[in-house]
C-alpha cells in the first residue's frame, strides 16, 4: 500500500518505520499520543474505493493521520465490504502493535459499522467484533468510530 499524509505528501518507505519515527518525533515534542485506525469504502460504478487511515490524536492538541486508498473490482456483499474494511483495519493494526505498546502508546480499531440494527452495515457487527477483540484490540463501531466513518470516509 502507499501511504501518504493528508496534504497528499507521499510517506516513503515502510509503514512500520514511518510510524516508529513519527512516535519519536512526538515523543520528543512532548506530545502523548493515542493511534486509532479505520477503513472505510465506497461503490463507485463496478469498483470499491477504500482508504484506510492511521489516526494519531495528540492528548489535548490535536492529531493528523495518514492514509492509504486503493481499489477493487470484485462484486461483494455489504456484510462482505464490511468484513474486508475491519479486515484492512486490523492488518495494518497488527504490524503496528508491537511498536506501539513498546512505545505505550493506546491503540483503537474503528468499524465503520452502525450498532442500530435498522442500518444494512449492522449485518456483520458480531463478526467484526469478535475478529477486532478476538485479535487483542480495542474495538469502536459508530457513533465512536470516527477514524473509520469520519477520517476514512473523508478520504475514500
Wanted: with cysteine; glycine share 8%; hydrophobic share 45%.
Amino acid at each position: 500500500m502507499r501511504w501518504r499524509r493528508l496534504d497528499g505528501r507521499t510517506i516513503e518507505g515502510d509503514i512500520v518505520e514511518a510510524v516508529a519515527r513519527t512516535l519519536v518525533r512526538e515523543k520528543a515534542a512532548g506530545h502523548r499520543l493515542k493511534v486509532c485506525i479505520g477503513t472505510d469504502s465506497q461503490v463507485r460504478g463496478k469498483s470499491v474505493e477504500f482508504a484506510t487511515v492511521i489516526v494519531f490524536l495528540r492528548e489535548k492538541s490535536g492529531g493528523f493521520m495518514y492514509i492509504a486508498n486503493y481499489k477493487s473490482v470484485q462484486k461483494m456483499s455489504i456484510r462482505e465490504r464490511m468484513i474486508l474494511e475491519v479486515g484492512r483495519s486490523v492488518e495494518i493494526a497488527y504490524a503496528l502493535c508491537n511498536l506501539l505498546d513498546e512505545h505505550k502508546v493506546e491503540l483503537e480499531v474503528h468499524a465503520d459499522i452502525n450498532t442500530d440494527p435498522s442500518f444494512a452495515s449492522n449485518t456483520a457487527l458480531k463478526e467484526a467484533m469478535g475478529y477486532i477483540l478476538g485479535m487483542g484490540f480495542v474495538f469502536k463501531a459508530k457513533p465512536d468510530a470516527f477514524a473509520s466513518s469520519a477520517c476514512a470516509d473523508k478520504v475514500c
